[in-house]
């Protein structure tokens, strides 16, 4: 069966071009180029069209990982700016890549598209989401915050809060010097958890025996501080975020299932920032939609350590015949519980 209608791909060759392109970061001009060096011509027009093909045989698989992503209890989100190619503008503009990713019972990390970095996106997306969100203070997601039928929980970053003071050493290096150290205190706090193993109550446990106090200085500290400073100095701005998302800040010392940063989402988008550097921009608000579907397989399967070119192969060759009603055999996790079974038996 062709997976390309009027083509000639097989399962092996549409993976490798995809993880080469949303995994690895290489461009398809490189590709392209790679191609012709093993006297193969293979434009970048078709291998893009590939991508786009693939990403609509994937979609049900897609859409299932956003629902599963949905169910977390705990769930961490960022966004980062993409330029996209606008014909009618005869330029580039910015559009955005959300990431969202799931807890320890839904390990995936979902990718979206948007147009825009309006809060209609996340707001769509997390339409069904109840739980805790972990973010940055991006004010779109204030109103899942304050609609109490929409039961989202705010959980604010601490990496966030010490990046403010980091930049504002060059103005104030005392009061930064001071609360990057109460900050890193706090993460000795959290670093003594891991080395532990510890599970979540006994995590939780740490930190109100802990982590409580220092947090407690940390807020005296600064209500004494924020009189002696201008408001719209570095550290005046510092010391107003820290203290606006207060109640978001200590949120993580509530539950152990909470981390006391959003880097796993960071991290999540760190190869979106690579790939911009090398792809320079998307082709259209489509291609954007086929990076996150694409991307978010990836993802996932490098977070759950298995062969993305492998799963993709077997899932290109037979998602199309797979019935509907177990498509959720065809999820990463599921897929990759499935080949060690069979390798040990």
Known sequence: MQLIEKGLPGPGLLAHVAVSKYGDHLPLYRQEGIFQRHGVELSRRTMCDWMRRCAELVSPLFELMKQRVLKSKVMQTDDIPVPVLDPDLGRTRTGRIWTYVGDGEHPYTVYDYTPTRSRDGPEAFLEEFRGFLQADAYSGYDQLYHDSERE????????????????????DLMRSTVLLAYIRLLYDV??????????????????????????????????????????????GQAIAYTL??????????????????????????????????????????????????????IATCKRLATDPIA????????????????????????WSEAKRSAALS
Do not use: M
């Open 152 to 171: 989202v929980i705010e959980v604010a970053c601490w990496a966030h809060a010490k990046r403010e003071y980091y930049e504002a050493q060059s103005s």
């Open 190 to 235: 959290e670093r003594e958890g891991r080395d532990r193993k510890l599970g979540p109550e006994a995590r939780r446990a740490l930190r109100q025996a802990k982590s409580k106090s220092i947090l407690e200085d940390i807020r005296a500290y600064l209500e004494r501080e924020q009189s002696q400073v201008l408001p719209k100095s570095p550290e």
């Open 244 to 297: 606006s998302n207060w109640k978001a800040l200590i949120r993580y010392c509530e539950d152990g299932d909470l981390e006391i940063d959003n880097n796993g989402a960071e991290r999540s988008l760190r190869g979106v920032a690579v790939g911009r550097r090398n792809w320079t921009f998307l082709g259209s608000d489509n291609g954007g939609r086929t990076a996150a579907a694409l991307t978010s397989l």
């Open 311 to 334: 799963y993709l192969r077997d899932i290109f060759a037979h998602i199309s015949s797979h019935p509907q009603s177990r498509l959720a055999e065809l999820l990463p996790d599921k």
